[in-house]
């Protein structure tokens, strides 16, 4: 009875939550100079450059797969291989829905420290990739089935966006809110405080690896984080497998082979494990 009155009450509060938030965004949508935005990522000048694609990143809420094509669009575009990269790290991880939402359950300030630390960490590898000389192993393709266009949104398009990203993200809240309430009612405290705590410090990155293979949403992973915290788990490993799920997914590293040779696709693997590591460690000083 007390999982079933969890259950009930994350799912709606996460509903409201998510609902509210998203149809504010979506209708933000029609105020955001995309093209202005995509005429200084081409700009020579590197600082301009990269706060150019750390806010592109920023305001399209794209899920890790879904960041591919832009990124073979990007290439196409003979954009610079570094400002490339840095889109394809923070697009994934600074999603404005999932932001604003781990602001309301998780506190602002976890949501600002993630925010900067995740924007930090992806211009340092955006950087030294392409000080490595990276871009020699992008193979020559073509994005084929995607068109860039400026959308605009008026309360009506708001309402449709919000409704077809409540179809496409909602489910994993929920499934992410009845696991939450299944951990709160069934795992004793005890366990997670001993095994998941702050003194456990070896579990942030195992858990930075173990999160690519599990591709747990950043949806789903919301609540039950929130109800890991509660029942005493470290924000470390919390933090950690949240980055590492969300900035490299399975089905993302499929796709990325379709336009990374070998090479690329092992340093993107071990610089989202490093991502997750890095910031996890951060959170133990929160």
Not at 3 to 17: D, M, N, R
Not at 90 to 100: N, R
Not at 226 to 245: C, N, Q, R, Y
Request: glycine share 6%; with cysteine.
């Amino acid at each position: 009875m007390e999982t079933l009155k969890s259950f009930l009450v994350i799912a709606l509060e996460l509903t409201v939550l998510f609902f509210v938030i998203s149809f504010i965004l979506s209708a933000l949508q029609s105020y955001i100079p995309y093209k202005k935005i995509e005429h200084y990522l081409s700009k020579s000048n590197q600082l301009i450059g990269i706060l150019a694609a750390l806010l592109f990143a920023f305001i399209t809420p794209f899920c890790s797969c879904s960041t591919i094509p832009v990124v073979v669009n990007m290439l196409r575009r003979n954009m610079p291989f570094r400002i490339v990269v840095i889109f394809l790290f923070a697009s994934p991880v600074l999603d404005p829905t999932i932001l604003t939402l781990m602001g309301v359950i998780l506190g602002w300030k976890v949501a600002l420290i993630y925010t900067v630390v995740t924007a930090i960490i992806s211009v340092i590898i955006g950087l030294t990739l392409s000080k490595l000389k990276f871009e020699r192993y992008v193979k020559n393709v073509m994005v084929t089935g995607y068109e860039e266009e400026a959308k605009q949104f008026n309360w009506r398009g708001a309402w449709d966006e919000t409704i077809a990203l409540m179809k496409s993200v909602y489910p994993y809240l929920i499934i992410g809110a009845a696991i939450g309430a299944a951990i709160h009612g069934l795992v004793p405290t005890e366990w997670i405080t001993q095994w998941l705590g702050k003194e456990t410090w070896w579990i942030v990155p195992i858990a930075a690896v173990i999160g690519i293979p599990l591709y747990i949403r950043l949806s789903s992973m919301i609540p039950i984080s929130h109800v890991f915290i509660m029942k005493g788990m470290a924000l470390g490993p919390v933090m950690a497998m949240m980055i590492s799920s969300a900035g490299a997914s399975l089905p993302e590293l499929i796709l990325l082979k379709s336009i990374f040779k070998k090479q690329l696709v092992i340093a993107f693997v071990a610089s989202v494990i490093s991502m997750a590591t890095i910031s996890g460690f951060i959170f133990y000083l929160v």
